[in-house]
């Protein structure tokens, strides 16, 4: 199984800023893909009394474990982060693939592949990272687009979140200062001047509570309870699209959207949270937060429990969780009945199925945050986020509106219906009519409490409008969404590929990166030793078509399988490239093929892995050691073969030294920033 070995902040600052100089890019995000504000609307939400430039992020998942995932959130305009779910249980075996991605969006797990300890650190150095960009003055962030909420995502069950090591999580995120002052003598020498920022060190102050499937509704009120009284939190509650109950679950995915083949067992609606004990607690734990100051909401929904029908993912995981297209449409089901029952009186965060067509209307409903993940994990990766934006501006300008709130009023025509119903003078209203007419500003109409409650009740009129089209909508459909990525029928090898870079953008870790070499023909030679002198002979050719090829840094890959998916070609990225190590410890403890690259000085080290065998090549200036099972030979790099010397108990194969030493050369050059070559600063690093 891979084990994910979170990157030192010094080299992710570093690597950050030299990339953003040579390449116009950030963890290979090219900055023509980032969203960092518009001049001319005001998207800006409230969400539990805090203030963020935006009301969109990345769902508690893939996108947000990793520093530099939080930090391409951020640059793809992600301005409240839902952080990755932590529970006490931070030692999983998770199964391998883990993410389908061929046509909704299936997965086995995506519960945390940290420790306790490292996710808090990723949190922090995440946070610290999007403070030093923005006091860099280096991107061009629209003015007041650098309000930011971190909400914590912590799970599953009470004797776990009530335990000492999820509460001494929770506090370091709520005073982080310990781990700042820590973090802050790892910034680079020559970035010394962000070890002074005045960095926020409460982090977070509120908490989604993620359940698992067939958590009690008792336990989750017993959690809430506990956060909101001895944590002082604000709280949401994630609950699960079979609240609808499995007649209309299955009229819905089966019937009408044509899923027929995804099939939600039975006990999923038996172990979970009824209707009417939803209903219940939401309103016990409403009125105790409104007791204590403090917010609480509701995130509708979780994933969607099917059975797994063993064709991609691991058969020994009985049952898969849905996402995408058709999770929209149940959880958009579940948004207009929870409306209907409790009004305006809870907050609603919403993930389901969010894309960028449907994204302004989740906006115009008034959900605060809009989270994503599955499609974020399409062709594009966060890059696509930027389009979320441009339909949501374009929707805004057609309407003429530039607040959020207009947007709601605005988005469906509801606004001045609702507007006559609110019992204000038949003056006021002649005003409001004029304003709407004439594209004014409405906020200036009435008094705050009448405008929040206009607000508030378009919104409601609006989740009806919305959900009323959707049972016929043909892009949420199985007819629309069951063509899996083209594949082309060729297999992918060590080197040369179609080098479409499909593979970059979809590992939501950022773990594939490009290099380039120049085209060449490696000859295959073997070399043996006959007396006191060296012999060796040809054996073919290895021919090397392309400049731009593939690899990976395995310390980031987590082998989800994603990468696989929508590479045209067979056999997997994450499988067939070559797999570079952080440091020698990574490289040791795996058993796969693959590489570890170091610099000390003049000397650059290689150490390889070819089908299981380990090989050592050392180069400094012209000359070359190179050394492997019972052999240690050195010669000139420029021309091994007949300036061969050294010992050997069999023919010694120089093909691996001609590819370590080729790779060596591209990965380590620092004018094309990766997670290899931004390592070499760090010392420590490579034990």
């Not at 506090?171 to 020498?189: F, Q, V």
């Not at 060190?201 to 509570?209: E, I, K």
């Amino acid at each position: 199984m891979a084990h994910l070995t979170p990157y030192p902040l010094g080299a992710l600052v570093r690597r950050m800023f030299h990339e953003l100089d040579r390449s116009a890019s950030i963890f290979d995000l090219p900055a023509r893909r980032f969203f960092l504000g518009d001049q001319d609307c005001e998207l800006s939400v409230s969400f539990h009394g805090r203030r963020a430039s935006s009301p969109f992020g990345p769902a508690a998942g893939p996108h947000s474990q990793l520093a530099q995932n939080i930090v391409l959130s951020w640059l793809a305009g992600g301005r409240i982060i839902e952080l990755k779910t932590i529970q006490v249980v931070d030692r999983l075996n998770i199964p391998r693939p883990c993410i389908d991605m061929r046509t909704v969006g299936y997965n086995v797990e995506w519960s945390q592949e940290l420790r306790l300890d490292e996710s808090l650190e990723e949190y922090v150095k995440a946070a610290m990272l999007v403070e030093m960009l923005v006091a860099s003055g280096r991107l061009a962030v629209a003015p007041g687009f650098d309000r930011m909420v971190y909400d914590m995502s912590v799970g599953y069950d009470l004797a776990g979140i009530t335990s000492e090591r999820v509460q001494r999580f929770i506090r370091g995120m709520t005073d982080a200062s310990g781990t700042i002052d820590r973090l802050r003598r790892e910034i680079p020498e020559e970035f010394k001047a962000f070890r002074d920022l005045d960095y926020r060190t409460r982090l977070s102050d509120s908490v989604t509570l993620s359940t698992f499937h067939g958590c009690p509704a008792d336990e989750i009120e017993h959690i809430v309870g506990f956060l909101l009284k001895e944590g002082g939190l604000h709280c949401t509650v994630k609950l699960n699209p079979t609240l609808l109950g499995r007649d209309e679950v299955r009229a819905l995915l089966n019937d009408a959207l044509g899923y027929r083949h995804a099939h939600v067992p039975d006990e999923a609606f038996d172990r979970d949270t009824t209707w009417g004990q939803m209903t219940a607690l939401v309103d016990r734990l409403g009125d105790l937060a409104r007791a204590l100051a403090l917010g609480f909401g509701v995130k509708f929904t979780n994933t969607l429990i099917v059975e797994n029908d063993g064709s991609f993912l691991p058969a020994s995981e009985p049952m898969l969780y849905l996402s995408g297209p058709p999770l929209h449409v149940l959880a958009m089901h579940v948004v207009r009945r929870f409306r209907r029952q409790f009004g305006s009186r809870h907050p609603i965060s919403f993930s389901g199925g969010v894309d960028r067509i449907n994204f302004p209307d989740a906006v115009a409903l008034g959900l605060v945050p809009v989270t994503v993940c599955t499609d974020l994990l399409k062709t594009g990766g966060y890059g696509r986020a930027r389009n979320y934006y441009h339909e949501l501006l374009q929707r805004m300008r057609g309407v003429g509106a530039v607040t959020i709130d207009e947007f709601i009023l605005r988005a469906y025509g509801a606004g001045i219906e609702i507007l006559c119903t609110l019992g204000l003078a038949r003056s006021d209203v002649d005003v409001a009519q004029g304003v709407w007419q004439n594209g004014g500003r409405f906020d200036a109409i009435a008094d705050r409490d009448v405008h929040r409650a206009w607000v508030a009740k378009t919104a409601l009129a609006n989740t009806e409008r919305y959900v009323e089209s959707l049972e016929t909508n043909a892009r949420y459909a199985r007819a629309q969404n069951d063509r899996p990525p083209r594949k082309l029928g060729s297999h992918l090898r060590l080197f040369d590929c179609l080098t479409c870079d499909k593979c970059i953008p979809v590992c939501p870790n950022d773990a594939t990166f490009a290099f380039a070499i120049p085209p060449c023909v490696i000859p295959v030679v073997r070399a043996w030793k006959a007396g006191g002198s060296w012999e060796w002979r040809l054996e073919g050719m290895l021919t090397i078509d392309r400049a731009h090829q593939i690899a990976i840094f395995a310390d980031l890959c987590n082998d989800c399988g994603n990468c696989d998916v929508f590479c045209p070609e067979d056999g997997g990225p994450y499988v067939a490239k070559a797999r570079f190590f952080g440091s020698r410890h990574t490289w040791r403890r795996s058993p796969l093929d693959g590489f570890c690259l170091e610099r000390r000085g003049r000397r650059e080290i290689v150490l390889g892995r070819f089908a299981g065998a380990e090989y050592r090549v050392e180069v400094e200036e012209l000359s070359a050691r190179y050394s492997g099972s019972g052999f240690e030979v050195i010669f000139d790099s420029g021309d091994p073969e007949r300036t061969l010397d050294g010992h050997a108990e069999a023919d010694v194969d120089l093909t691996y030294y001609r590819i370590m030493n080729l790779l060596r050369a591209a990965v380590l050059d620092e004018s094309h920033p990766n997670y290899v070559n931004s390592l070499q600063g760090e010392a420590e690093w490579s034990i």
